[in-house]
């Protein structure tokens, strides 16, 4: 997919392989993994599972996941961006804005600036319509961060019998934040 982008304290790239060690920190810990599934790793393959995964979304749908790098001591802080999402809600697909970020960068604004790259980039580069976001209702700190960037609420659905606000936010709306 070749994604690149800096800013004054990230870098925002394509997964790599050599992310597993970084994969693995992060979706290891059930702190990270609270409001979500809770299927967390429990090796370093499993990791790379987890790459390999978003690296076919590159291919097969042009667009996936991306890594959040610190600039300045090259640690990987989580993922960040768009995929094109077709399970979540029943007979709709969509492109899903998400986030996630080891702990230890937890309250430091990295999810609020990379949501904002990531929408710029679907609004630019890929020229896309609009974008949609779910977060658990539980989940304070993801739904202020949503609502942050623009995205407006929809509605509440049900996943994995958890609730969940549905938000959305189409092109002429991020371009009037703009």
């Known amino acids: 997919m070749e994604i690149y982008i800096e800013t004054d304290r990230l870098i925002i790239r394509d997964i790599e392989e050599s992310d597993a060690e970084g994969i693995f920190d992060l ?5 990270v993994h609270e409001f979500l599934d809770n299927s967390l790793v429990k090796t370093i393959d499993e990791a790379r599972d987890v790459i390999n995964y978003i690296r076919k979304q590159y291919v ?7 890594a959040i790098i610190d600039k300045e ?3 990987f802080i ?8 077709q399970g979540i809600r029943e007979n709709f697909s969509y492109y899903d804005l998400g986030y996630r ?7 430091k604004g990295i999810a609020t600036e990379t949501a ?16 949609y976001a779910a977060a658990d209702v539980n989940n304070i700190g993801s739904n202020k961060i949503l609502k942050k960037v623009g995205l407006k609420y929809i509605e509440t659905f049900e996943l994995d019998g ?8 189409e092109k002429s709306e ?3 934040l703009k």
């Open 27 to 31: 979706d290891s810990d059930p702190e």
């Open 60 to 66: 097969e749908n042009g667009i996936g996941r991306l």
């Open 73 to 75: 001591t090259n640690d």
């Open 78 to 85: 989580g993922w960040t961006g768009l995929k094109y999402e």
């Open 101 to 107: 970020l080891r702990k230890k960068y937890w309250g």
């Open 116 to 131: 904002i790259e990531s929408l710029k980039l679907g609004f630019t580069k890929f020229n896309l319509n609009e974008i």
């Open 162 to 169: 958890k609730s969940h606000y549905w938000y959305k936010i």
């Open 174 to 176: 991020w371009l009037a």
